[in-house]
């Protein structure tokens, strides 16, 4: 919906008058992100994440092309072509530092950027086509992740390839001829190194495709807001140049400034030391575990240790893992509450936390060795993670009764206003 009180695009220089004739791309990014885009007055600091996400991925792109430049994706040089980046070529560490850096960074914001959408409910109508086209991205992401992971050929990758490309060989009959048509061999060799970094070059522009779809699907609605409640007049909004420029670009500041302090204090502080040790098939390592950002997956896919109605444990972990991530796509459909925001569902809120502290216990077990208590906390994490979604989302949605609400975005603000102003006045 473009809102009736939007500012027009009108150029002033021939040039720009001309332009707008031919291929009118400023008027474009006037209505998208400029002047002509009103945005809720209200929106917090979480609204910036999505900018991040954006930002993050263009920083994965250049630095990966540059890498590209210089690594050989063959499996008997890819190891050694990582180090020559990392020694010889100019600036190499710190490209190669801040692509990997850069992973973990995307992964933190866009990690934020959902719980935020869950948290203040920006997954219901009217937006769920941004909620979907979100979560196409997020698997996308960790596809692209996954195979980045693989391109140095150390001990973890070639590990990691192993265990996840084997999980295939859990379904029956079909899994092992697709596992090794997958590899294109029967396990990670040269032909799987080269297809991994092909997809891994495609992929993130397939990302920013899909992040352009994103972007228009929120586009119609405009953006939630920390309310829920949807803008009714133009009080509601302010332009988004230059309120959010100057906001996203402060919030920008904040995320460069700890992006360097990772890479040039840290840079392998969320890396594993076994992948500066060159692959090889004939020695496992005691302990495979994948990046930080898989690890509540991870967790999800070994909680499965007894075989279940005639289906492989392995199996199992399998289709958990898969289904922790599709069930986000029925979000908008498992939550029938008309209230958006937390901040007016005092039980879906305490949830929410409980929520948050089930997938940083997944994560805690993800990370550690298959062995008590780690396997049995999994366990219990993995059920509470699909009751959460499946059992108590609906049935909080159904019996919850809200908090009362401001009939409107400018009410809750001068609410908010009048309250620090009387905090101020009294202290
Ligand atoms: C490359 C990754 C992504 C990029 C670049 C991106 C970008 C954006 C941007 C720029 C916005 C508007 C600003 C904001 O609300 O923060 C947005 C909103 C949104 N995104 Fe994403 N996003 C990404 C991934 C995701 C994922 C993985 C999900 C969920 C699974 C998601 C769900 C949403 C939702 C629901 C909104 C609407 C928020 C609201 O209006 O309250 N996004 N995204």
Not at 62 to 79: D, E, K, P, W
Not at 91 to 113: E, K
Not at 240 to 260: C, E, R, W
Not at 296 to 316: E, G, M, S, V
Request: with cysteine.
């Amino acid at each position: 919906m473009s809102f009736p009180w939007a500012k027009q695009y009108e150029p002033q220089q021939p040039l720009m008058k001309w332009l707008d004739e031919k291929l009118p791309l400023p008027r474009l990014v006037y209505n998208a992100v400029g002047a002509g885009y009103p945005v809720p007055r209200n929106l917090n600091y979480f609204w910036n994440f999505g900018v991040l996400a954006g930002a993050a991925l263009a920083i994965q792109i250049i630095t990966g092309i540059v890498l590209a430049m210089h690594y050989a994706a063959n499996a008997g040089v890819a190891f050694n072509s990582v180090e020559h980046i990392m020694r010889d070529v100019n600036a190499g560490w710190f490209i190669r530092y801040a692509h990997m850096n850069g992973a973990s960074m995307f992964f933190i914001v866009v990690y934020l950027h959902i719980f935020r959408g869950l948290y203040y409910g920006s997954y219901k109508a009217p937006r769920e086509m941004v909620w979907l086209l979100g979560v196409v991205i997020f698997l996308l992401m960790m596809a692209t992740a996954f195979m980045g992971y693989v391109l140095p050929w150390g001990q973890m990758s070639f590990w990691g390839a192993q265990v996840i490309t084997g999980f295939f060989s859990a379904i029956p009959v079909v899994g092992e001829p697709i596992r090794v048509w997958l590899l294109g061999g029967f396990a990670p060799d040269n032909a799987a190194l080269n297809r991994f970094f092909s997809l891994h070059y495609l992929l993130p522009f397939v990302i920013a495709g899909v992040v352009i779809l994103h972007i228009w699907a929120l586009h119609i609605p405009g953006s939630n807001n920390p309310t829920g409640i949807e803008v009714k007049d133009e009080q509601d909004t302010v332009p988004f140049h230059p309120y959010y420029t100057a906001k996203d670009g402060f919030g920008l500041g904040i995320f460069l400034l700890m992006f360097v302090l990772l890479t040039f204090f840290s840079p392998n502080l969320l890396g594993h030391a076994d992948n500066y040790i060159p692959a090889n098939p004939l020695s496992t390592p005691a302990h495979i575990v994948p990046e930080w950002y898989f690890w509540p997956f991870y967790a999800i896919l070994r909680a499965f240790t007894f075989n279940f109605l005639w289906i492989d444990a392995k199996l199992w972990g399998v289709i958990a893992m898969f289904a922790s991530i599709a069930l986000l796509f029925f979000l908008p459909w498992l939550d029938s509450s008309p209230v958006k925001s937390s901040t007016y569902r005092p039980l879906y809120k305490k949830f929410f936390w409980v929520l948050v502290f089930d997938v940083l216990l997944l994560g805690v077990c993800g990370k550690m060795p298959a062995e008590q208590p780690w396997v049995v906390l999994s366990q219990i994490g993995a059920a509470y993670y699909f009751a959460h979604f499946l059992i108590i989302l609906p049935i909080v949605s159904r019996i919850e009764r809200p908090a009362p609400m401001p009939n409107s975005i400018t009410e809750a603000v001068l609410a908010k206003h009048a309250d620090d102003m009387s905090a101020a006045a009294t202290a």
